[in-house]
């Protein structure tokens, strides 16, 4: 058992220390941002562009719908680089920053995956997503225990987004080896997110 939490603090990703990344998009992005402006607001926004890219892909406004999901998936890389290098972290974002990321993903999947490659992947994958949801939430009321990010998490939300924008690109141009990238990335996706789901279980 001390063996399995072993490996769990090896997977944590760690909040307040800025990686490479995170300075890279602080120089190259962060500084159009005013101080006023936290990791939390870039979060809401992200809420708040779901319904909107759900609508554009459901009506096959493929084109606005790629821009805005590749500006909103692009928000998660930039408030959790402004959390970390301005000291901004808080609670509210370690719950909702990823939550928002799922819903994102689940909303573009749910149109596209079941569009253009097979409705039970997406099924598949929201309910794994609930499963980790239930999990960070039990983590959460448990006062005792941190909810950290976990690099098969990180891992799968990237699979996931490059997944949804290879359909994108697809819906656009028609490349066929772009369903074979997408298939493949879902599938290891999926892979990761069950890893993710048994470390946060053996907690």
């Not at 779901?50 to 998936?73: A, D, E, H, K």
């Not at 993903?105 to 949801?133: H, Q």
């Not at 697809?170 to 470390?199: D, H, K, M, P, R």
């Amino acid at each position: 058992m001390s063996k399995v939490k072993d490996l769990i603090k090896k997977t944590d990703v760690k909040f307040d220390e800025p990686n490479i990344s995170d300075r890279a998009l602080d120089r190259l992005f962060l500084w159009v941002f005013p101080e006023f402006v936290i990791p939390n607001h870039l979060t809401i926004f992200r809420y708040a562009t779901v319904p909107l890219v759900f609508y554009l892909l459901l009506y096959q406004r493929y084109l606005l719908g790629f821009v805005l999901f590749t500006i909103s998936v692009f928000t998660d890389a930039l408030d959790g680089a402004m959390a970390r290098t301005r000291d901004k972290i808080t609670d509210w974002g370690k719950l909702h920053d990823p939550l928002a990321d799922k819903l994102l993903i689940g909303v573009a999947g749910a149109v596209l995956i079941t569009r253009y490659i097979d409705f039970r992947i997406i099924l598949i994958i929201l309910v794994l997503e609930m499963f980790t949801v239930l999990s960070a939430i039990h983590l959460h009321d448990n006062k005792e225990k941190e909810i950290g990010a976990r690099l098969p998490g990180k891992i799968k939300m990237i699979c996931q987004s490059v997944a949804i924008i290879s359909l994108l690109i697809y819906s656009l141009f028609q490349f066929e080896n772009l369903l074979t990238v997408s298939s493949t990335l879902l599938y290891l996706a999926i892979f990761f997110s069950t890893i993710n789901i048994f470390l946060y279980r053996a907690l």
